[in-house]
């Protein structure tokens, strides 16, 4: 059975492959089609126009349950519009700082294995290099004022946080000096622990349809960050023999069908004052002009917005994302490793009293894959899986992406499940119907330039004893269902070849 990941309607006229044969018939009204095939494993691909793919592969499942994402190239989707002027920071926090910050963004349905910088604040602005959902600037001068919210299709949650700093406390920092075509960790670690002293809010059940962009928007940041968490971090984990730098802790409300829903955010790095990665992270808020030793405690104090505007009786999620980088991978040595925590509520604690602990340290980072160990030939079709970098992987999501963001999402079971490494070659879908775009192909992509395609391999760890068997199948949890079983997983940026 296909259906609409958003909608959760029926998909027809669907094609589906089956271990390498496409079925003579497409789904029909109810998105089913059946196959009579032998005894298992199969592979089984789905293809539909204005949605991205998705394969399922090395299931023993006879019934299988595959949702699809709609999909249109970024700059023909609907977005939202608002602007900020100086004015109108008057009224938010820090009166009287010259320095205005905010920042927007839209509810990540689903699955937080795709948050980034550019999922949570949109894409970077040809025109600032600034990404969409930030707007800032100094005194009555905006060196941004608008902002755009890309929304993915369906009931969505609109957020943002804005505020007034002291600009002695980023001066010198690469947003204020235009060195921000690279989002890292030193940006992030400088700016987002500031997030602590700014406002929050959020405009729920928002529907993202077809209907001609700029749809006005408007994000009431009227909630004081007045609930106060302490993420308690591990070790980071190494890639290839070296710790990764740091890490972004972001809390909020995992809405159903909303999805994740960002009221807070803090960032901390891993560096001594040789400048070397030690794998232990740095309290934001600790004085390290001592030494940083003392300052190593893997704390990084946050502050959150109650969960108010729509959002009451949600469960908290907090997602802590280590990593060198969190833009959009470009470079195979990237790697993110990142830790999923829920909480069925967060109390309020009047100061000077410890806020809540959020204890990520029992379940440690995952292993990430060396590199080599993750193989995308495009000539061949085919890209293979050697081995399992870390014990407690249940399964993969590999992503082929066209610069034109056309996904391909390859499901498989970790190759301990498999009992081989995993090797597979994916089918033309141009072979099948010459209205499907190939993935593996060059496109235009939003930024009007023609250009390859890339690709991400997601180790995944499920809380709750999901398997890969389960979630591809009628059970709950399903494949539109899985964010809230994932406790961990590892991504990393594949090599084509």
């Known amino acids: 059975m296909v259906i609409d990941a958003d909608t959760k309607l029926p998909i027809q006229s669907a094609i589906v492959v089956v271990d390498g044969t496409e079925l003579s018939s497409t789904t029909d009204l109810q998105g089913q089609v059946t196959a009579a095939v032998g005894s298992g494993p199969h592979d089984v691909h789905v293809f539909a126009t204005a949605h991205d793919y998705v394969s399922i592969l090395y299931t023993m499942n006879t019934d299988l349950l595959v949702p699809l994402s709609r999909w249109a190239p970024l700059v023909s989707r609907p977005y939202f519009q608002g602007t900020m002027s100086a004015a109108d920071f008057a009224n938010l926090s820090a009166q009287g700082e010259s320095l205005h910050v905010a920042f927007f963004g839209s509810s990540i349905p689903g699955s937080p294995l795709d948050i980034s910088v550019p999922t949570l604040l949109g894409p970077l602005s040809p025109v600032t290099n600034l990404p969409s959902g930030l707007v800032i600037g100094i005194g009555q001068n905006m060196f941004t004022d608008q902002y755009k919210i890309y929304a993915p299709a369906g009931k969505r949650a609109l957020w943002g946080f804005g505020g007034n700093l002291s ?44 209907a001609s962009s700029p749809i006005a928007a408007s994000v009431p940041l009227n909630t004081l960050l007045r609930l106060r968490v302490t993420p308690t971090m591990p070790r980071l984990p190494l890639q290839d023999g070296k710790y990764l730098g740091g890490a972004v802790v972001i809390g909020g409300a995992l809405d159903y069908p909303l999805g994740f829903v960002p009221l807070g955010i803090t960032a901390g790095l891993s560096q001594n004052l040789r400048g070397k990665t030690t794998g232990k992270l740095l309290d934001p808020t600790c004085d390290t002009s001592g030494g940083s030793d003392p300052c190593a405690t893997g704390k990084l104090p946050m502050r959150l917005a109650p969960q108010g505007n729509g959002l009451e009786g949600s469960s908290w999620a907090f997602l802590s994302l280590a990593s060198n980088n969190l833009n959009e991978f470009s470079d195979s040595s ?10 069925a509520e967060i109390h309020y604690v009047a ?78 879908p141009r072979a099948l119907d010459a209205s499907l775009v190939d993935p593996l192909q060059d496109a235009i992509g939003d930024d009007g330039q023609l250009g390859g395609p890339s690709a991400l391999l997601v180790s995944v760890s499920t809380g709750d004893g999901s398997t890969y068997a389960t979630v591809t199948g009628f059970a709950t949890p399903r494949l539109d269902q899985l964010g809230a079983s994932i406790d961990a997983f590892t991504l990393v940026s594949v090599p084509i070849k």
């Open 334 to 343: 990237l790697g993110l490793s990142a830790l999923v925590k829920t909480a």
């Open 167 to 210: 600009l002695t406390a980023l001066v010198g920092a690469p947003l204020l000096v235009g060195n921000v075509g690279n989002i890292d960790l030193q940006v992030l670690s400088q700016l987002l622990p500031l997030v602590n002293k700014l406002q929050a809010g959020a405009v729920v059940d928002v529907d993202v349809n077809s």
């Open 351 to 428: 100061p000077p009293a410890a806020g809540t602990t959020i204890d990520f340290t029992a379940r440690g980072y995952m292993n990430l894959p060396g590199a080599g160990s993750v193989k995308l030939t495009k000539a061949k079709r085919s890209f293979t899986v050697s081995a399992d970098a870390d014990a407690s992987t249940k399964m993969y999501r590999f992503r082929l992406s066209n610069h034109a963001h056309l996904n391909w999402y390859v499901w498989m079971p970790s190759t301990a499940v498999a009992g081989r490494a995993i090797a597979v070659t994916l089918p033309d």
